[in-house]
């Protein structure tokens, strides 16, 4: 008997979810990208095509209204989007929506929450954002402060998120809180819970950040004071939510390593182009090895990223634990995009500074991934202590 261990053959459904997302983004050049980060807009048409097209439901039960499909066809849309131009905003459009809230709602709620908010969600009638990040605790999760206290058959919400992205136009939050006090805890990942609010409420107070990458959908400082969630909202086992945390932690890694890898693709594209085209001393640029071979390097590096996200994925999808894969596919695939735009500005010389040549939008949007949601200080922390087994240094 011959068994196959691996394949590399793409499989209809990514070939679909490919050409789909090709098409669908002749609609959203990168002249109308451009525009909505140049006006700090919301891409509202793009988001309300992409429901009708079905992309906010890949990931989605198709009882639910989605495709049925899994977090390896998110991860080929979302590659495809942001490599057609749309860049960080595209993709991360599809990844709010399909991993922050279908992911946690659909693996980790009760059947009414499914019946409730899936279908919505589908349909692009809900924006959705995710709620972990705290002033006071930066990236050690177990120090967040934000505290939901049992009261009758819901939770009470209060406490201060920073970061928040799209909080402002939200109508439902995922919020990582407190529900037992750190020092009534056995083990230190005890004791949080994800819980899914309802981001209309008066108490649920935001305030924008201008900041440098992801301008069309601004992130937000959030605070919730006396928020009201009832029992049946909470997604996952009360104290246990690091379980559904990590898996939400481990989707969205594949996804920005998805969102890094489309912008790297769409950089190279533009940079190679450039490169030969462009003529100084009588021939082009890019027959130049110092202009060449860092192009050359950053098509290997994205190639390598890529086929870690698919591992990972790939892991995820069938249930197995892929951690190391999500951690190390979006450092890999976050210093290729980053080194692509970098590259992209040389190659493109002075004209890499101009605004109608979108590298600069892309430098500015790349240069996240190098920071948020996992700085790589953390991920190499992981690697470090966690796969090597190497002393921890906090
Ligand atoms: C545009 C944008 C959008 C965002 N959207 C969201 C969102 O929607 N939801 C959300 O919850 N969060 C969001 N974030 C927050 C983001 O996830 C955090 O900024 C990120 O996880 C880093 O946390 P911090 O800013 O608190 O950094 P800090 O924890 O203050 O860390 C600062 C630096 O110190 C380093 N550092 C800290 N401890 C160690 C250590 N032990 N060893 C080595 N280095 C260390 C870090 O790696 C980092 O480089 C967003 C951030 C940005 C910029």
Redesign the pocket.
Known sequence: MIRVFVDFEESEEVSFIRKTVAEFMKRFPVEYWRKVDAERRFPEEYWKAAAEQGLLGINIPEKYGGLGMGLYEVSAAIIGVAASGGGLPAGDLLMRTMVFAGLPIEKFGSEEVKNAYLPKLVEGKLIC?????EPNA??NTFDIQTYAQKEGDGYRINGQ?I???LAHMADIIVVVARTTPREKIRKKSEGLTLLLVDAKQNGVKTSKIY?M??RPLS?NLVYFEDVWVPESHVLGVVDRGWEALSALLNAERVCTASISIGCGEFLLEKAVDYASNRRVFGRPIGSNQAIQFPLAEVKAELETAKLMTQKAAWLFDKGKDCAFEANVAALTAARAAFKAADRAVQTFGGNGFAEDNDIERFFRDTR?FK?????E??VL?YIGTRILNMPR??
């Open positions: 954002s995710f709620a972990h990040t930066g990236v998120k970061w928040i992205t900041g990458a992801l992130s996240l920071t948020a949601p996992v700085p200080e953390m922390n240094s906090f």
